[in-house]
């Protein structure tokens, strides 16, 4: 089982995107041959900046092999070390229907917020499925919002194996419903979109201060709390706490008599306890960068091994060769 993921160097990471898709990935590198990627060219169609670009690449590999990425067993790179992918783009893109794209929400939403509209924007999904045929990928972990992507992908696939042969492995996405969405500070899916979000990493005041800053209702401490299940800190704290103190914070929250300010601190302690491990593991990576560096280029080596192969076989398939 060939499994596929990859993560955009668009800002500092969140707990959104370690529950959301690092964790689940660094759980399925167990299962099968793992390949995953940090998205630099996805993030082109957003960010402008080549500094920052380059500092959020070196970011997000420290941050993922941190949280647990094992280049021992999973294959981890750079998207841009891998040329070949933009190649099968264009090999998939003159197949791919206009319509099918006209009709991605991720398109759509991106408008409604105001970002300019740019062709690699619109023909994200393109790519996308490009980064996950290229590997030969059984299983692709992502969020909700990236289902409609991986139906894409799949539509794509079986349309070039009807037309020119079976070229393609049909993927399957895998999304963990329980932790499908994070909620954010203000309620909202955690999203740097948003300005909700709560960094993995980072120094403890302004972290906690974060967390202080949640967005709760103005009723009083002592009125009992009869959906405590939907308060954000109560769905947080299921995530970052063990099972029996997230049941009885909500409990206690649902009886009333519990202060919100005593419930974002205990949410606080949990988060900055549950992440303790990965920050000392940060710590050293950030004095060892040749070692990170290694990592992304051994990662890219195996990674264009098969890429390669599965690019021939397209190239061939379709009759360029």
């Not at 969405?181 to 403890?204: A, C, H, L, R, W």
Request: with cysteine.
């Amino acid at each position: 089982m060939i499994i596929l993921s990859g993560i955009q160097p668009s800002g500092t990471l969140h707990v959104g995107n370690y529950f959301g898709m690092m964790r689940p990935a660094i759980e399925l590198q167990e299962q099968g041959e793992a390949y995953y990627f940090i998205a630099d060219y996805h993030s082109m169609t957003s960010l402008f900046d080549a500094n920052e670009r380059r500092k959020n690449t070196l970011d997000v590999a420290l941050d993922f092999l941190a949280c647990g990425l094992d280049p021992a067993k999973s294959v981890f790179f750079r998207q841009s070390d891998v040329p070949e992918v933009c190649e099968l783009t264009w090999l998939l893109s003159s197949l791919t229907p206009m319509g099918l794209l006209e009709r991605c929400h991720s398109y759509k939403d991106k408008m409604a917020k105001g970002l300019s509209p740019n062709h690699g924007l619109f023909a994200y999904p393109v790519l996308m499925a490009s980064d996950i045929l290229i590997y030969d990928s059984n299983i692709v972990p992502v969020g909700r919002d990236q289902k409609q992507h991986v139906e894409v992908t799949r539509d794509i696939a079986i349309k070039f194996n009807q037309t020119y042969g079976e070229t393609f492995v049909i993927p399957e996405p895998q999304i963990r419903d329980s932790v499908a969405v994070v909620p954010g500070t203000d309620g909202q899916k955690m999203s740097k979109s948003y300005g909700n979000t709560i960094d993995i990493f980072g120094d403890e005041k302004p972290l906690r201060k974060t967390i202080m800053r949640l967005v709760m209702d103005s009723r009083p401490p002592e009125e009992p709390k009869p959906d405590a299940d939907k308060n954000i800190a109560v769905q947080l704290l299921r995530l970052v706490a063990t099972e029996d103190v997230a049941k009885d914070w909500e409990e206690r929250l649902r009886a009333g008599g519990l202060g919100y300010g005593d419930l974002k601190k205990a949410l606080f302690e949990q988060y900055w306890e549950f992440f303790a491990e990965a920050r000392a593991k940060r710590s050293e990576l950030e004095n060892n960068l040749d070692h990170v560096n290694q990592v992304l280029k051994d990662g890219a080596s195996k990674a264009r091994e098969r890429a390669t192969t599965v690019l021939d076989r397209a190239r061939k398939n379709c009759g360029l060769v």
